[in-house]
């Protein structure tokens, strides 16, 4: 079964940092591109970011309002990814997930997400 | 950026009907990037159809998608008690990867 577990969510102060997580398990992350979506509360979903597999030389980009303040990266030897956010803005608040995309040459697709988990910017 | 539209903003019907969702793009997707999700309150969302019309897997075949260019459609045949959700659109594209319509409500009538 494939699961995504985040963590690493919390409140922190406008400017302040975070590192989330993502743990998988019952597939290999090296197999897929891998994804972190967004959802402001009581709003819409919005992509932050993607990291390739290491076929596609873990290319990675970035939604325009996440650009140059956060970082995606992966560990394929522990099947994890992670997040990690600088200079935090109070319209970075947001349930975070996790998400599993395709493998290589497939329709592009965001196949499974794990539950999430809430950062909270404010002062 | 392709900015995706979804009609109607809510949707009411009752169990056993059948739903009809819109989704519209500023510009034409290939049918290949075109994916639909359903989120129900307090969950993640789901991976319904990708590729405008291939359903993924587990998903009923109440569930069908359809369109082309810049128009798409979902439908749902018969509504069951569980399908009462919100139902979002998403478009692959350039920069940025992914974009979400604002998403169509089905409640219940």
């Known amino acids: 079964e494939v699961q995504l577990v985040e963590s690493g969510g919390g409140l922190v102060q406008p400017g302040g940092s975070l590192r989330l997580s993502c743990a998988a398990s019952?597939?290999?992350?090296?197999?897929?591109?891998m994804d972190w979506v967004r959802q402001a509360p009581g709003k819409g979903l919005e992509w932050v970011g993607r990291?390739?597999?290491?076929?596609?030389?873990?290319?990675?980009e970035y939604a325009a309002s996440v650009k140059g303040r956060f970082t995606i990266s992966r560990a394929d030897s522990k099947n994890s990814l992670y997040l990690q956010m600088n200079s935090l803005k109070t319209e970075d608040t947001a349930v975070y997930y996790c998400?599993?995309?395709?493998?290589?040459?497939?329709?592009?697709?965001?196949?499974?997400w794990g539950q999430g988990t809430l950062v909270t910017v404010s002062s | 950026e392709i900015v995706l539209t979804q009609s109607p903003g809510t949707l009411s019907l009752s169990p056993g009907e059948r739903a009809t969702l819109s989704c519209r793009a500023s510009?034409?997707?290939?049918?290949?990037?075109l994916a639909w999700y359903q989120q129900k309150p307090g969950q993640a969302p789901r991976l319904l159809i990708y590729?405008?019309?291939t359903r993924a897997t587990g998903i009923p075949d109440r569930f069908s998608g359809s369109g082309s260019g810049t128009d798409f459609t979902l439908t749902i045949s018969r509504l069951e008690p569980e399908d009462f959700a919100v139902y979002y659109c998403?478009?692959?594209?350039?920069?940025?990867?992914?974009?979400f319509g604002p998403g169509t409500k089905v409640d219940i009538k």
């Open positions: 998400v599993r995309g395709e493998r290589w040459l497939q329709p592009p697709r965001l196949d499974y």
């Open positions: 019952g597939f290999t992350i090296s197999d897929h591109y």
């Open positions: 990291t390739r597999n290491k076929a596609n030389s873990y290319t990675i």
């Open positions: 510009q034409s997707v290939s049918s290949s990037y």
């Open positions: 590729g405008a019309s």
């Open positions: 998403q478009q692959y594209g350039s920069s940025p990867l992914f974009t």
